[in-house]
């Protein structure tokens, strides 16, 4: 083979490579591309029911609020009936469980849609590593970072309103707190009457039961008993005295 087929040979193989490897190159970003795709889609889905959880986290705190506000605005209303006292312990129990539920359940799927977020975040970075903003972002990769701001907005709510609903939850309990303090003041308001109204019967009762005085006795029973009458006790000597006298009389 001459020389210059040589040269030929190798610069048609050079060539090829080159084609080879202006195929390959867009495959691997293209890959990314899906890649990013698939995990926005996922992100987007969990933003959704973090919207969902976070929307009935609220809810629930605005429901708690509401019980927290009238239950002590009508605090001693509620404490003098205790039928009253048992039906609001029973509502701000149910209130505490389901906004504590409810904050429970929205903290557990804004923790999934962060994680989903970060590596869809990921995906797109390692496709454009310089992607900041919308004019810097292709528009096969726009939809995909759309996504993660749209997941980072509900994410930022969801804080807010668990926080929310953490908040009021405790303001139940100390409410209920309140109540029970006020049911016991109560009481012992009721004990205080009850021991300022039982002096003067007692007054009453201990004139009654008081000890027969020396002149109470002298006027009951030594007036009633004739042996203590020196005028009494002449009388049977005088009838004794008039016995003899008829005796010798009729003698």
Not at 56 to 67: I, K
Not at 146 to 172: C, P, Q, W, Y
Request: charged share 25%; with cysteine; proline share 5%.
């Amino acid at each position: 083979m001459s020389m210059l087929s040589c040269r030929v040979l190798c610069l048609l193989a050079i060539v090829l490579c080159c084609v080879g490897v202006a195929h390959a190159d867009p495959a691997l970003p293209s890959q990314l591309v899906e890649e990013a795709k698939t995990l926005a889609e996922e992100t987007s889905k969990l933003k959704v029911e973090c919207d969902n959880a976070a929307k009935a986290a609220r809810q629930a705190a605005n429901e708690a609020f509401v019980f927290a506000h009238v239950t002590k605005t009508n605090l001693v209303t509620i404490a003098a009936d205790p039928n009253e006292v048992e039906k609001t312990k029973s509502e701000g129990l149910k209130f505490i469980e389901n906004t504590t539920k409810a904050a429970e359940e929205a903290e557990r799927v804004r923790d999934e849609t962060i994680t989903s977020k970060d590596k869809a975040e990921e995906a797109i970075f390692l496709v454009f590593p310089d992607a900041v903003d919308d004019e810097t972002v292709p528009e096969e990769i726009a939809p995909s970072m759309n996504a993660v701001k749209d997941a980072e907005r509900a994410i930022s709510t969801a804080n807010d309103d668990i926080g929310a609903a953490k908040l009021h939850a405790e303001e139940v309990k100390n409410v209920l707190q309140q109540l029970d303090a006020a049911v016991a003041a109560a009481k012992e308001r009721e004990k205080e009457k009850q021991v300022e109204s039982q002096p003067q019967p007692q007054e009453q009762r201990n004139e009654t039961s008081l000890p027969p005085t020396n002149a109470t006795i002298t006027n009951g029973t030594k007036r009633n008993d004739g042996s203590s009458s020196p005028a009494l006790l002449r009388v049977p000597l005088l009838l004794l005295l008039l016995s003899v006298l008829s005796c010798m009389a009729v003698c």
